[in-house]
């Protein structure tokens, strides 16, 4: 079992001919994730690779019945595409694209409340990977173990690998690993993920990943608290040493006002019996305390 | 990015947000000059890009002509030390002479980004003057915060949830509200991060005025901005966090001796800690791209070693795109070409680990191979004891 994608995902890629869309949309199908089309406006009729591409995503769910998108469209134009998929249904949207403005997203967010049916995640992520079954965006697919037990949720890339790849040396699979995205305003929250992890027999454990800035990780903390005790959730928060008023790389990493610390996150699992991780470079030891298995 | 006071103003006069009369100088001739032409009193206000400039003697009112001289000359030149400049201050290049005000009331008006309802927020309160967040702590009921869908846009409720919120005389309320519906069309128009007004005053007159205006744009919506991208001030900014952005990446500078170099912001915020944790301090955030390439690596370490706080460097890199194999001959090119006079601790995970770790030992390099992210912190933090 799994979260969001598996074996029957339909992924169209929207931006598949520019060199990053074409590069991981290759990597994407050596992984065995199915990809049934492309979307680049003024390019239907061709094939990159083997795969069809179409003007709109209209055009490609019509011809290919895809179910889901992976984004790779350049920040400007990003923001349309998101709304573009979610106006011809498409259930699960991933955005790898970083860099799209705030206000752009916050009118996406008010767009997507209308279209209930589109789950969105990222941007600014690098996507999801079921191992064995489907890969969506940039995770590296060497790194990954299939079976479960463990459910993987993260603001971070390359964070989310380090976690990954520390489950799988211990011995660990994972169910799905979720990027959720460094963005301020985004699709999919963690508790959106915890849910379906929650609701996965599969998974039976989860690790989450966050870093300073907002208080989404306090309402997860204060949500697992109340709604999960039967799955053990560990958890990591980066930024402990980041100053105060400086965004660190992702555009929603900062403390601001006095809000979004680590230490008011850390407090948060703490209280709600998360096992905090206090190491990062012990992250697989303390799994394989909290997760017998 | 930031933008000084007097340049924030500019843009509220564009909006019809009413400012005080005023002008910039760089010497205190030209002050004397406006003074002349504005009359007295005249406030001289220290134009850099932070808070708590009234504290730091940044911000002074000349009530006669012969305090004018003295006062511009103790601004321009002096080095501004505030809680937000941190210890080494920021060096004053350039003032705002504006007219001095019959202050009756002051208070407070900022709009942000509510990321989590994806709204804007607008915040007031009638304590003006004040460090907001003491406000907020002490008496959050003297606060009023409206959140405006950017869809809808703003509509009459709010304007009367924040005229009603500031206990306005019922005479102000329609200049209030079109200040605030003005100010609200500055912060969507122009993709702000952060627009604020501590005080915003009304005088004797009955008159709402900008008095201060601090303006902050989401850099990610630049390109649609080139107006506010000639505003910006290098000078400002740390030299070397301005190099960094010319070649893409993200550089924080930081007061210990451990320099970081690391592919992703996560891991970027962890390996600092981590480092903090093993007992050294970060000397940098730097985060040369989740798939970052042998030229991210050269430029990185170029710019760590321009800090000469420096005394050792951790290289913590996840390979999952890049391969460690080509990250070492990355490292080991860098190193050779800019001959490292610091130890360098180099940590790598990934895809083709193995042959990464051979490259940097067959190197003939004083670089320290770390078995996993616990021992690079660990061996980084013995080298800089």
């Given at each position: 079992m799994s979260i969001f994608a598996n074996k029957n995902t339909r992924l169209l890629v929207q931006g598949i001919t520019g060199s990053e869309g074409m590069f991981h949309t290759r990597a994407c199908i050596a992984y065995?994730?199915?990809?049934?089309a492309g979307v680049t406006p003024g390019k239907g009729g061709q094939k990159m690779d083997d795969v069809p591409v179409f003007n709109t995503v209209k055009d490609a769910r019509k011809a290919t019945n895809a179910n889901a998108s992976m984004i790779f469209v350049p920040p400007r134009f990003a923001a349309d595409s998101i709304m573009e998929a979610a106006d011809a249904g498409i259930e699960l949207v991933v955005c790898i694209t970083e860099g799209i403005p705030v206000m752009d997203m916050m009118k996406v967010k008010n767009y997507l409340a209308t279209r209930p049916q589109t789950r969105l995640i990222g941007p600014n992520c690098p996507g999801l990977l079921t191992p064995g079954e489907c890969k969506i965006g940039i995770m590296p697919g060497s790194i990954v173990k299939p079976g479960g037990p463990w459910g993987v949720v993260s603001r971070s890339g390359t964070l989310t690998y380090e976690a990954v790849h520390q489950l799988t040396q211990v011995g660990f699979g994972q169910t799905t690993c979720v990027g959720i995205g460094g963005d301020p305003v985004n699709g999919t929250n963690f508790i959106d993920c915890l849910k379906a992890f929650k609701d996965d027999p599969e998974t039976k454990a989860v690790v989450m990943i966050g870093e300073i800035g907002g208080h989404a990780e306090e309402d997860a903390c204060e949500w697992i608290k109340e709604n999960m005790p039967d799955k053990p959730v560990v958890g990591f928060i980066a930024g402990l040493t980041a100053p105060p008023g400086r965004r660190m790389g992702h555009a929603g990493a900062i403390v601001s006002g006095g809000k979004g610390t680590a230490t008011a996150k850390i407090e948060a699992m703490k209280a709600s019996g998360v096992h905090h991780c206090e190491n990062l470079g012990k992250m697989g030891e303390l799994c394989k305390k909290v997760f017998k298995g | 990015m930031k933008i000084h006071e007097y340049q924030a103003k500019e843009l509220f006069r564009k909006y019809n947000v009413t400012t005080p009369k005023g002008k910039l100088a760089t010497t205190s001739a030209e002050v004397e000059k406006i003074a002349d032409e504005f009359g007295l009193p005249v406030v001289i206000k220290a134009q850099v890009h932070a808070g708590g400039r009234g504290k730091g003697g940044g911000v002074k009112l000349a009530k006669t002509k012969a305090d004018v001289t003295p006062i511009a000359d103790s601004i321009i030149g002096m080095t501004l030390v505030t809680k937000q400049t941190g210890a080494q201050g920021k060096k004053v290049r350039k003032v705002l002479v504006e007219e001095g005000l019959n202050i009756k009331k002051e208070l407070y008006l900022s709009i942000i980004p509510d990321r989590e309802t994806a709204s804007v927020a607008i915040i007031c309160s009638q304590d003006g003057g004040m460090d907001i967040e003491e406000v907020a702590a002490k008496t959050p009921e003297r606060i009023t915060t409206v959140n405006v869908s950017p869809v809808t846009g703003i509509q009459a409720f709010h304007l009367n949830q924040i005229n009603f919120g500031l206990e306005l005389d019922k005479e102000l309320h329609k200049q209030m509200g079109a200040l605030v519906r003005n100010l609200y069309q500055l912060f969507v128009d122009y993709d702000c991060s952060m627009v604020e007004i501590n005080p915003l005053i009304i005088t004797a007159e009955g008159n709402i005025l900008a008095l201060d205006a601090k303006m902050d744009f989401d850099s990610n919506a630049l390109y649609r901005h080139p107006d506010v991208v000639e505003?910006?001030?290098?000078?400002?900014?740390?030299p070397a966090e301005a190099e960094a952005s010319k070649f893409g990446l993200n550089y924080i500078k930081l007061d210990g001796n451990v320099g970081n170099i690391v592919n992703g912001a996560g891991l970027a915020m962890a390996t600092m800690d981590i480092v903090k944790m093993a007992g050294a301090a970060p000397a940098n955030f730097l985060d040369v791209g989740g798939s970052a390439n042998a030229e991210a690596i050269e430029n990185g370490f170029r710019l760590i070693m321009?800090?000469?706080?420096?005394?050792g460097i951790l290289i913590n890199v996840f390979g999952g795109i890049l391969r460690c194999d080509n990250l070492a001959n990355g490292v080991v090119a860098a190193a050779n070409k800019l001959k490292l006079s610091v130890p360098v601790v180099v940590r790598m995970e990934g895809t083709n680990v193995a042959e990464g770790r051979k490259i940097l030992a067959e190197s003939g390099l004083d670089l320290v191979t770390a078995k996993d992210l616990a021992d690079a912190a660990e061996k980084v933090a013995q080298m800089v004891k």
């Open positions: 065995g994730t199915n990809v049934v | 505003m910006r001030d290098i000078e400002e900014e740390d321009q800090d000469p706080a420096v005394k």
